[in-house]
């Protein structure tokens, strides 16, 4: 039993047994395309998928890390939530996959934190 969602750019089927498939533009998304997804998937199916289902809780981990990487305006205290939910990802990312490892793109998020903290106080030096 397949949902399908179809939009201008992709098209989703999600088979509640399987990850899910994507079908865009020679089955690759843009950054945009994905950007899109990731914002708009939980309300498109955020209520067939099973809120204890691990991946879910997984995805929606990473939802709110780039909702703290990409806010305008971040705290020192956002950036102390950002490392713990970069480390529990991470370590959940591993006991959901033993056999994968962490991929380069992933590991980035890692130094985030510190990187946002230099470039908060370049601004403090520079205005």
């Known amino acids: 039993m397949y949902t399908v969602i179809k939009s201008a750019f992709i098209t989703v089927f999600v ?3 399987h990850d899910v498939e994507f079908f865009g533009h020679n089955n690759y998304l843009a950054a945009a395309q994905m950007w899109c997804l990731g914002r708009f998937l939980p309300l498109m199916i955020g209520n067939l ?4 289902d691990e991946r879910w809780k ?5 939802l709110e890390i780039s909702h ?8 020192e205290d956002s950036i102390g939530v ?3 939910l970069i480390e529990e990802h991470h370590a959940t990312f591993l ?10 793109k992933m590991h980035y998020m890692v ?3 510190a990187h946002m ?3 908060a106080m370049m601004k403090l030096c520079i205005y």
């Open 15 to 17: 088979n509640p047994e």
């Open 49 to 52: 998928v099973p809120q204890e």
């Open 58 to 62: 997984l995805f929606n981990m990473l």
């Open 68 to 75: 703290i990487v990409f806010s305008p305006i971040v705290s």
């Open 82 to 84: 950002l490392e713990g």
């Open 95 to 104: 006991t959901l996959y033993p056999g994968r490892s962490v991929i380069p």
């Open 111 to 113: 130094h985030y934190p």
């Open 117 to 119: 903290l230099r470039l």
